[in-house]
């Protein structure tokens, strides 16, 4: 089964999709998150998929002048 994740938000917001995406992984599902890039470091180094949307400037820029 496919899992597609598009959490928004910090690092706490996001936290919780890589879990469950884990154990959906260990169980032999496959699960893409969608994020902005500045996260693609955290999502790849869980092991799963990734899709970018946003730039890490895009972020950057938001905490900036939210």
């Known amino acids: 089964m ?3 994740f598009n959490p928004i938000g910090s690092f706490g917001d ?5 879990a469950i995406g ?3 992984k260990q169980r032999g599902h496959d699960v893409t998150v969608i ?3 500045y996260y693609e470091h955290l999502i790849r180094r869980t092991g799963l ?3 970018a949307w946003g730039t890490a400037e ?3 820029d938001f905490w900036r002048n939210p």
Do not use: K, R, T, W
């Open 2 to 4: 496919q899992f597609l």
């Open 14 to 18: 996001l936290h919780p999709y890589l």
């Open 22 to 24: 884990s154990l959906l």
């Open 35 to 37: 994020a902005n890039s």
């Open 49 to 51: 998929g990734f899709v």
């Open 58 to 60: 895009d972020q950057e």
